[in-house]
């Protein structure tokens, strides 16, 4: 068993190095955009593509699977983003799954770093197949904050990208239609309670030019975020690859307290951003596969204070199914 999985690994070897070598240049564009691996928001239910469950219909793949997936982003001022998320989904009853995860991160930077548990997301997602190749998936979900969003470096608050937890109690739902090789989604997420108790503004670290650069959060109240997209799957045997178009739109500003008390709107928080994304998976066998997804910024918004902007975002995702129908 482990000489065949090392000789499957050295088959690989050639395609994942081509898939690293092309995603390393996309993600060396020096653009931000807001980013989903913090908020949870892009990878949900029924907003998570689910290449080879959702194009095939293979109900194989419908049933319990557990992913672990490391994360590597680069944020706001160069902030460098270590996620390490165990994942686990289980089907309750035919077509209904229960997904929860909880991410592990480390973050650091020119001010300072942190590291812990990050927020607990969790949905129950129902999909209906109307043929082999055409589906609808519908999720309820929700985001649990870990964290109210207050680390200090040396007794002065970190701004939000220093944050392992956006402080806010979410409610998010989505839907995703299937057609072949084709998948279009979209969702919405709220804020249902703000627990965000961040102190960051730049006078509060005199003389540290650095501090300056980043965006001001102190005592922040998120928007809430449409998601909308858009993606093209490729089946080549065993190795599957996608390609798409994710854009979140904030509609309505986030606020901040200033330093003399008062609750301000922050110009150019609202809008778009629009992201390209793409993924490659290798299934070993049904119990087994081992993917790569990554994404870069095309378009931006003006002022993101949330922490969650990204310059590029890589993951790795190994999955294992277990109590597969014979």
Same mark, same amino acid.
């Given at each position: 068993?482990?000489?065949?999985? /090392?000789?499957?690994?050295?088959?690989?070897?050639?395609?994942?190095?081509?898939?690293?070598?092309?995603?390393?240049?996309?993600?060396?564009?020096?653009?931000?955009?807001?980013?989903?691996?913090?908020?949870?928001?892009?990878?949900?239910?029924?907003?998570?593509?689910?290449?080879?469950?959702?194009?095939?219909?293979?109900?194989?793949?419908?049933?319990?699977?557990?992913?672990?997936?490391?994360?590597?982003?680069?944020?706001?001022?160069?902030?460098?983003?270590?996620?390490?998320?165990?994942?686990?989904? *289980?089907?309750?009853?035919?077509?209904?799954?229960?997904?929860?995860?909880?991410?592990?991160?480390?973050?650091?930077?020119? *001010?300072?770093?942190?590291?812990?548990?990050?927020?607990?997301?969790?949905?129950?997602?129902?999909?209906?197949?109307?043929?082999?190749?055409?589906? *609808?998936?519908?999720?309820?979900?929700?985001?649990?904050?870990?964290?109210?969003?207050?680390?200090?470096?040396?007794?002065?608050?970190?701004?939000?990208?220093?944050?392992?937890?956006?402080?806010?109690?979410?409610?998010?739902?989505?839907?995703?239609?299937?057609?072949?090789?084709?998948?279009?989604?979209?969702?919405?997420?709220?804020?249902?309670?703000?627990?965000?108790?961040?102190?960051?503004?730049?006078?509060?670290?005199?003389?540290?030019?650095?501090?300056?650069?980043?965006?001001?959060?102190?005592?922040?109240?998120?928007?809430?975020?449409?998601?909308?997209?858009?993606?093209?799957?490729?089946? *080549?045997?065993?190795?599957?690859?996608?390609?798409?178009?994710?854009?979140?739109?904030?509609?309505?500003?986030?606020?901040?307290?200033?330093?003399?008390?008062?609750?301000?709107?922050?110009?150019?928080?609202?809008?778009?951003?629009?992201?390209?994304?793409?993924?490659?998976?290798?299934?070993?066998?049904?119990?087994?596969?081992?993917?790569?997804?990554?994404?870069?910024?095309?378009?931006?918004?003006?002022?993101?204070?949330?922490?969650?902007?990204?310059?590029?975002?890589?993951?790795?995702?190994?999955? /294992?199914?277990?109590?597969?129908?014979?």
């Amino acid at each position: 068993m482990l000489f065949t999985f /090392i000789k499957k690994l050295f088959e690989m070897k050639k395609i994942l190095g081509s898939i690293l070598l092309i995603s390393s240049v996309f993600l060396c564009n020096k653009s931000n955009a807001q980013g989903c691996s913090d908020a949870g928001f892009c990878t949900i239910g029924a907003l998570n593509p689910q290449i080879i469950a959702d194009t095939l219909g293979d109900e194989r793949y419908l049933k319990n699977n557990f992913h672990l997936s490391p994360t590597f982003a680069l944020g706001e001022q160069g902030v460098s983003i270590w996620q390490y998320t165990p994942e686990v989904n *289980l089907t309750l009853i035919k077509g209904l799954m229960w997904q929860a995860k909880m991410p592990y991160m480390y973050v650091y930077g020119n *001010l300072g770093s942190n590291y812990g548990i990050g927020d607990v997301s969790t949905a129950l997602t129902y999909t209906h197949y109307f043929k082999k190749t055409t589906s *609808l998936a519908v999720t309820l979900g929700s985001k649990i904050p870990t964290h109210n969003a207050s680390t200090c470096e040396n007794g002065r608050p970190l701004p939000m990208p220093y944050q392992r937890s956006l402080g806010t109690y979410d409610g998010i739902i989505g839907v995703k239609f299937m057609y072949k090789t084709w998948n279009f989604s979209a969702g919405y997420q709220t804020v249902l309670a703000n627990k965000n108790e961040n102190g960051f503004l730049s006078s509060r670290w005199t003389g540290d030019e650095d501090a300056g650069n980043y965006f001001v959060s102190n005592k922040l109240d998120r928007g809430d975020d449409v998601l909308l997209r858009a993606e093209k799957l490729f089946i *080549l045997k065993k190795l599957n690859l996608s390609a798409g178009l994710l854009s979140i739109y904030r509609i309505n500003k986030d606020k901040y307290t200033n330093p003399a008390g008062v609750e301000e709107e922050i110009a150019g928080s609202d809008g778009i951003t629009l992201n390209i994304t793409g993924s490659a998976t290798y299934v070993f066998e049904p119990k087994q596969s081992f993917g790569l997804n990554f994404g870069f910024p095309v378009v931006v918004r003006d002022f993101r204070s949330d922490g969650l902007t990204r310059s590029m975002v890589i993951s790795l995702v190994y999955q /294992i199914n277990f109590n597969l129908k014979k």
